[in-house]
């Protein structure tokens, strides 16, 4: 099992930055994947970015360019950098975490809100 929490959600203005944070209970080395998803009211869950073991990382054709996933091993934390914030990115962040032959792991999600 693996409990991640998120933090850094807030409120800023369009053209602003946030970096979100989830930390991992247990070493990323043992998790296939992070993902970061986001929940709008109203919409479906979206996968936004990922980052896997070796190190590989995809966006959303949404987000390219604006967000960056990475990790710090040593705190076994993942990160989401996101520059350039529109309101349309107003959501409630989550990060996950696979692990092969386990259901999704799910944090509890931080609120991030961009005003016009």
């Known amino acids: 099992q693996v409990q991640l929490v998120e933090s850094g959600g807030g409120l800023v203005q369009a053209g602003g930055s946030l970096r979100l944070s989830c930390a991992a209970s247990?070493?990323?080395?043992?998790?296939?994947?992070v993902h970061w998803y986001r929940q709008a009211p109203g919409t479906q869950r979206e996968l936004v970015a990922t980052v896997t073991t070796s190190g590989s990382t995809n966006y959303a054709d949404s987000v390219k360019g604006r967000f960056t996933i990475s990790r710090d091993n040593a705190k076994n934390t993942v990160f989401l950098q996101m520059n350039s914030l529109k309101p349309e990115d107003t959501a409630v962040y989550y990060c996950?975490?696979?692990?092969?032959?386990?259901?999704?792991?799910w944090g509890q999600g931080t609120q991030v809100t961009v005003s016009s």
């Open positions: 247990r070493s990323i080395f043992s998790i296939n994947a």
């Open positions: 996950s975490a696979l692990i092969i032959g386990y259901p999704l792991y």
